[in-house]
């Protein structure tokens, strides 16, 4: 059985035309952010849901996370390519460049972070060492590749409770406990993925420098950054369901 797809976008993705009708799913914990939608990548169809809500009104600390997934997963969801925007802390990238990173640290908290929040005598504690599908991740590496499009191959993604953003002193604390990628929505996202048994892997768009590293402000540089590291991840993208 080939593996079916979903790519979980965030801000300014959610122009992705449905090739179907979407699917309208109701969850276990509650309605996911928005239907799902399949679209058509050439001779793929991959399963799409805006993370933020089709109307982008969900920041980070809102969103079900346990229904986007469940709901995925549901609809037949094996695997899913998680892309979300970044603050770059170290060196190994600049804003307008992409990232597949290999590791996470959680820094949000009051989210419901667990498939497991009733008792259930078949909980699991999943292994999340690796908290990336090592096969997946290397498949997108591949594909950007093969579009020739410059994409990073690890660093350590750490997950702050948002919606603002970090002050100076928490970005020298998370470059302290050696994060290279800021963001506020790989976690719970990652684990409960896992705890699902669904593939999962980050296609990190970098949009800015993280707080106290650039010299111009956050915002500017998110405006000037982000269309280059979206259309680099739009064209892997493509050449990884083969339509590039
Ligand atoms: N911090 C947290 N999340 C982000 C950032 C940032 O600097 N940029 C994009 N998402």
New binding site residues.
Partial sequence: MSTLYAVIVGSGFEAFVASAEPHRVHTRFGPPSAPIRPVRFGDDTALVIPRHGDDHSLPPHLINYRANLEALKDVGAHAVIALN???VISAIREPGQIAVPDQIIDYTWGREHTIYGEPDPDFDHIDFTEPFTQRLRAALLAAAETAGVDCHDGGVYAA?Q?PR??SAAEIDRLERDGADF???TAMPEASIAMELGLEYACLSLV??K??GRGEMP?HAD?ESSTLSAKMQAMQVLKAFFGSG
């Fill in positions: 925007t970044v603050g702050t948002g953003l970090e800021v963001g506020m949009v800015n993280a707080a956050i998110v």
